[in-house]
């Protein structure tokens, strides 16, 4: 299966060259989804202007030219099925990668997205189908909306609850942690020695 990262800022602060224990955050989201035995590749969607800034970083940086990251994916959608993540969760557990990639095979919904108790949607911790994806996300641009998290109401998807996962591996939860701060580098860094 193919793996897609955004790395797409839209907010000044957000930053994922970040270095986390030496490396950009990013790096060790790509080497962390390549881990896991079901990722074969991982494409890293950048904006056109920071490509040379990305590509010191991962091995297959995609520029797109877009305003928003809903707009960038679209540009940027696989002809495959996709492991989607967001270029700062540097914790992607590769045990989970492969779980939910096992799911999706064997269900073959449109999207396979972990959800939280209070109903939350992980939708850059998700597998999507690419066909149902785009049309998701011309149908929420469509509505004037540029979140990301909107996608999840117009797929039919398989939700999985991440605390029913949780309680057989507490390291499941580590997986949706995105680093936005010092002090989640520090976080990030000393969870990373310990795995």
């Given at each position: 299966m193919l793996g897609v990262i955004l790395a797409f800022p839209e907010k000044r602060w957000e930053n994922y060259?970040?270095?986390?224990?030496?490396?950009p955050v990013v790096k060790l989201t790509e080497r962390r989804l390549l881990m896991s035995k079901r990722i074969d590749e991982v494409i890293t969607v950048v904006r056109r202007d920071k490509l040379k800034t990305y590509s010191l970083h991962v091995s297959n940086p995609l520029p797109v030219s877009m305003r928003s990251r809903m707009e960038a994916l679209l540009k940027a959608l696989?002809?495959?099925?996709?492991?989607?993540?967001e270029g700062n969760m540097p914790l992607i557990m590769p045990f989970l990668v492969n779980?939910?990639?096992?799911?999706f095979y064997e269900n073959e919904p449109e999207a396979l997205i972990p959800i939280w108790?209070?109903?939350t949607a992980e939708v850059t911790h998700a597998i999507y189908e690419p066909?149902?994806?785009?049309?998701?996300?011309?149908?929420?641009?469509?509505?004037?909306y540029r979140n990301l998290r909107r996608i999840a109401e117009l797929l039919d998807y398989e939700p999985l609850p991440i605390e029913e996962l949780a309680k057989r591996n507490p390291k499941v939860t580590l997986?949706?942690?995105?680093?936005?701060?010092?002090?989640?580098?520090?976080?990030a860094a000393e969870t990373l020695r310990k795995l």
């Open positions: 060259t970040l270095p986390v224990a030496d490396e696989p002809r495959e099925p996709f492991f989607l993540a779980y939910l990639t096992g799911l108790k209070d109903g066909d149902a994806l785009m049309d998701a996300i011309e149908a929420v641009l469509a509505e004037g997986s949706f942690f995105r680093v936005r701060n010092s002090f989640d580098v520090r976080f």
